[in-house]
């Protein structure tokens, strides 16, 4: 089991300190932990945000532990060679499709959600986004009208068996649930949703079992604060889904909580926190690592297959946080490194 431990930037070397914690309390057997450098980081160490010998550690690993990226003093270069971009390029890199983002409201913090706690309480849902096509991926420019307006353009598209192959991960995600999936798209004024949508209507026919249905992108974003209990698994489009998975965190209370994962074809795969890198509290001990802790044991899920190692660091996160154990965005006053140890504590 060879794990690539990516920290990044900002507060990402701190949760990520305490997810290895975590895993090491675990004694897996065969467990190795390779680091690498990242994002600005790697930038000022290497000159690019993604170098080579980052790259090659992530090839040889089985999996990526992910920390943050971002750095405001480095937004003046050019685009190809800010931290962001070490994300991109690994999801290019090494087939990164498929984005898992699950929200769930923990017991006793229906509160901390900006909606009735009898609304947010029934939170539990997963996202499943594509990450490799639509306008993210797509040509861009900007260019000169001939009567002088500069315009920005970017192009969105589709291919059917993009379509299907993410499809196909939100059927089998829905399968493990409760057996519902919607489809968020935007088929009324879009192409390239229109196609999407037929190609998922396509795919169900594999999947008798799951009930399917189909919503669009504006009505989506409302009754996820309308109804958010309704939904099982979401899964959409590159653009949609960044967009929707954000607001769904926020439903839930916290970024602080919410891990991720970016899988590949195979077992590989990338996970990492949703939150940024925090630039102005890095250092200081105050980040809450619990999503970072929470995105390794998505990656012992789903990387592993170890399903009861996975599930015991999520019943030490609960336990702890029923205990009273939250960081400063969760209105405690515990630090990272203490709610390290509380939940290596649990475990």
């Known amino acids: 089991m060879r794990i690539a431990v990516f920290a990044g930037d900002g507060i990402g070397p701190e949760v990520t300190e305490q997810a290895v914690r975590v895993l090491e309390t675990l004694a897996i057997p065969g467990l190795e932990l390779v680091e690498g450098d990242v994002g600005g980081a790697a930038y000022r160490k290497h000159g690019h945000p993604l170098p080579e010998q980052t790259l090659e550690i992530a090839r040889s690993a089985d999996a990526i532990l992910f920390g943050a990226v971002g750095d405001f003093s480095l937004d003046h270069l050019e685009r190809a060679l800010r931290p962001e971009q070490a994300v991109l ?16 409201v923990f017991k006793g913090l229906e509160d901390l959600s900006t909606l009735r706690p009898e609304v947010a309480g029934k939170i539990d849902l997963l996202i499943v986004r594509e990450l490799n096509g639509d306008v993210y991926f797509g040509e ?53 949703s229109q196609l999407w949508r037929d190609v998922v209507i396509e795919v169900s026919a594999e999947y008798p079992d799951v009930e399917l249905t189909h919503m669009y992108v504006d009505n989506a974003a409302m009754q996820l604060v309308k109804n958010p209990g309704a939904f099982d698994v979401i899964v959409t489009g590159n ?32 996970y990492e926190p949703i939150h940024g890198s925090a630039p102005d509290i890095a250092g200081k001990g105050l980040a809450n690592p619990m999503a970072t802790i929470l995105s390794a044991a998505m990656l012992l899920r789903h990387s592993f297959g170890m399903e009861a190692e996975a599930a015991r660091i999520e019943a030490a996160v609960a336990a702890a946080l029923a205990d009273g154990v939250k960081g400063g965005d969760l209105g405690g006053s515990a630090g990272t490194k203490e709610i390290g140890d509380a939940v290596v504590a649990r475990l």
Request: with cysteine.
């Open 89 to 104: 390029g690994l999801r290019k890199e090494l087939g990164l499709f498929a984005n898992l983002r699950p929200a769930t």
């Open 239 to 270: 653009l949609f889904g960044d967009i929707l998975s954000d607001q769904a965190s926020m439903c839930v209370g916290s970024i602080g909580l919410l891990a991720s994962a970016s899988l590949a074809e195979t077992s590989f795969g990338l």
């Open 140 to 192: 861009k420019g900007t260019r000169t009208l001939e009567d002088g307006r500069r315009q920005g353009w970017d192009m969105m598209s589709y291919a059917e068996d993009e379509v299907r192959r993410i499809a196909h991960v939100g059927f089998k995600a829905a399968q493990g649930r409760s057996k519902k999936l919607c489809s968020v798209d935007k088929a009324n004024v879009l192409e390239t």
